[in-house]
């Protein structure tokens, strides 16, 4: 009988991986919810370049995931990861530096090494080195985790460190995030006696045609982009909204945050076990898809007030708390086990480019509409075409 449940070891390595990759994103996320306000007032920036600096990161991670984990096949897990974390930490201190100087250029290309060295395939990799295909699965999960938990308080805490000491606090606060987890990553863990690529965790090329010819993960590729393109083009322009209102000093912009993700938080945990539990996937996305689309439609009728631009960002979290677990959940289950983890990696970077052209177009848009209602409908016609691409699909059956 195949026992199913964690060792000590492998608790161990899944526990110290999630912290390790959640305080890489925690450092990611916190600038988020602040960086377009005070990125657009830089000397020589605008909303554009504001945009691009929230969605760098992304470019940088898309770019790299698939290389570093194939490099770490070759060269081992850990000099990689060590190697991705110094860069993280030297992107941070120079986007620290940036925001102190005011070089939006400079901040920009700090955001851009911050996506290199946060690349998480490598600790996937690792993971899957050091995990049994039993628990494997679980052991993802909890990755997931922390990065969702990562993101939570990233949202929070950015703009209470912003509005007391300055933007730049906050990258110096992210790059010492790096430095507590290099001792872990340094000491805590070994190499892997045996390095092995595995399919169901990690990308491989020979799979790339067969993934790249499913229709059913470009649907949920393109959805993927979707959603994530959506995320960062709301946090670079509703900052810009809040401060053109002048209703609310940017010190308190987090309590908008905190309500925002305990709303979302309530729904999402009932509509996940909906959607897993009582196998209504399709029903739990495409209502979240129809939330979304609320949202973008109340965006700009409410602009001028501040209580409905409050309620539009709630509405607008809560569509994408119900989407975010659900989506590589059904991702997994569209894919055969052999091709799971190059699917994985084709999933991920359609999420990071999105990201990063959510900040740079909703960061054009901001500039050439002083109204920002050209951000919300491109993204409302972006959203109901991707509600029209899930509505013919037929769902997996749980796996």
Request: avoid cysteine; charge should be positive; aromatic fraction near 12%.
């Amino acid at each position: 009988m195949v026992d199913k449940d964690f060792t000590v070891s492998e608790k161990r390595i899944t526990l110290g991986l999630a912290g390790v990759l959640g305080l890489r994103m925690l450092g990611l996320f916190l600038a988020l919810p602040v960086l377009s306000i005070y990125a657009k007032s830089m000397p020589g920036s605008d909303a554009f370049l504001a945009g691009l600096a929230i969605g760098a990161y992304g470019l940088t991670q898309a770019i790299f995931q698939i290389p570093y984990g194939l490099w770490s096949d070759k060269v081992g897990r850990k000099p990689i990861l060590i190697s991705s974390t110094l860069i993280f930490i030297v992107g941070s201190f120079l986007s620290a530096y940036a925001s102190y100087q005011e070089s939006i250029f400079l901040l920009i290309l700090g955001r851009f090494l911050q996506g290199i060295g946060a690349v998480s395939s490598v600790v996937m990799a690792l993971l899957a080195d050091m995990t049994r295909e039993e628990v494997r699965t679980r052991a993802m999960a909890t990755i997931g985790a922390s990065i969702g938990m990562a993101f939570a308080f990233g949202m929070v805490l950015g703009p209470i460190i912003a509005a007391h000491f300055g933007l730049w606090a906050v990258f110096i606060f992210t790059g010492m995030l790096g430095i507590i987890s290099l001792p872990y990553i340094l000491f805590g863990i070994r190499e892997p006696s045996k390095i092995s690529h595995h399919d169901d965790a990690e990308f491989t090329s020979s799979y790339l045609k067969v993934v790249l010819q499913d229709r059913n993960l470009i649907r949920m590729n393109f959805g993927m982009f979707v959603l994530h393109m959506t995320l960062t083009s709301v946090f670079t322009v509703v900052p810009l909204i809040f401060a053109h209102q002048h209703v609310i000093d940017l010190k308190d912009l987090w309590k908008i945050y905190l309500l925002m993700f305990f709303a979302g938080l309530t729904l999402m945990v009932p509509s996940t076990i909906i959607a897993e539990k009582k196998k209504k996937i399709k029903e739990v996305k495409l209502l979240g898809i129809s939330i979304l689309i609320v949202s973008f439609l109340l965006f700009p009728l409410f602009q001028e007030n501040f209580y409905m631009t409050v309620f539009a960002i709630v509405v607008y979290f809560t569509g994408f708390m119900m989407l975010e677990p659900i989506m590589p959940s059904l991702m997994s289950k569209y894919s055969d086990p052999r091709v799971k983890g190059t699917a994985s990696g084709v999933f991920n970077t359609f999420q990071l480019v999105g990201a990063f052209l959510g900040g740079a177009i909703g960061g054009y848009f901001a500039k050439i509409d002083s109204s920002f209602n050209l951000n919300f409908i491109f993204l409302l016609i972006l959203t109901v075409l991707w509600m029209l691409v899930v509505i013919p699909m037929n769902m997996p059956s749980n796996k």
